[in-house]
């Protein structure tokens, strides 16, 4: 008996392995470039592709910068990249710091679905926030506001924890306010002194982030209405640096390291194909 088995085992060892099965087709391929600001050009950022969100509220979150408008000390293109820079100083009475909010709201400067890239070296500093994120054009569900229409973030940054990486969605079903978002974390040693390439892949059923290629989030459509998936309408994409707040103050601000710059190599929108 002991002889039959092992003939057996050592004859199962030597079968041929089954076929290994084709790779599978993606659903969904992103080539075609349909919007993007390369920044080959010096001054302010084009007026055609980018508007600001201005002022020194504290933006729902403390924040202690004041946003303001077409100041190239805040926003400028110099040396083929787009410059947002926060600093230490008082225009208004209430914000200490100056900084600048970009939005994508010029002709193709939004869409529903695709892949967006921004190639960037975000800002070092304890007190620094810098964000490269999406909102929706407009406010359809709900309570007409955040967070029921949705929000997308493509990368986010706190100072106190250096090269620690953040990719977030939030809804009314999931968001920070109630601590159930749905989030991804990823850590570049050399994330403040290099550049680094941060990407979202959008279809109806899926947002994936990536680092250079690398995948590090994802969620799904639960199909279970706009609060868990406000994602199926235009999104535009938004670019800042805040100072402080409620995430970004948590330990609290150098005022040492000011001026901080979060450099932008290029942006671009590929639209989604359905394989």
């Given amino acids: 008996m002991i002889s039959i088995l092992f003939t057996g085992l050592m004859l199962l060892g030597h079968a ?39 002022g020194g509220s504290g ?34 009475a209430a914000n200490p710091y100056t900084s600048a909010r970009l939005l994508s709201r010029g002709p193709g400067g939004s869409q529903t679905y695709g892949r967006i890239e921004v190639r960037a070296k975000i800002p070092a500093g304890r007190g ?63 994330a403040t002194t290099a550049f680094h390439t941060y990407a979202i892949e959008w279809t109806p059923e899926t947002i994936t982030a990536d680092v250079d290629g690398e995948l590090y989030f994802a969620t799904r459509n639960e199909r279970t209405g706009w609060e868990a998936w406000p994602w199926d309408k235009p999104f535009h994409l938004l670019l800042n640096v805040a100072v402080g707040g409620e995430w970004g103050g948590q330990k609290g601000i ?22």
Wanted: hydrophobic share 35%; proline share 8%.
């Fill in 128 to 190: 620094t926030w810098p964000a490269i994120w999406m909102l929706p054009d407009q406010n359809t569900y709900g309570n007409k506001g955040w967070p029921d229409n949705g929000e997308i973030d493509i990368m986010e940054h706190v100072g106190y924890d250096p090269n620690v990486i953040h990719a977030t969605t939030h809804c009314k079903a999931y968001y920070f306010r109630i601590n159930n978002q749905k989030t991804g974390i990823t850590k570049l040693p050399d």
């Fill in 16 to 54: 041929d392995p089954p076929a290994a099965a084709p790779p599978a087709k993606p659903r969904y391929t992103f080539t075609k470039l349909v919007w993007s600001d390369e920044f080959n050009y010096t001054g302010l950022p084009d007026s055609t592709k980018w508007t600001y969100d201005v």
């Fill in 59 to 92: 933006w729902g979150n403390k924040e202690e910068q004041y946003y303001t408008r077409r100041r190239l000390q805040n926003a400028r293109v110099e040396g083929g990249h787009l410059i947002v820079e926060a600093r230490k100083e008082a225009l208004v």
């Fill in 254 to 275: 150098d005022e040492a390291a000011f001026p901080q710059q979060m450099v932008v190599d290029y942006v671009r929108f590929y639209a989604i194909k359905k394989n």
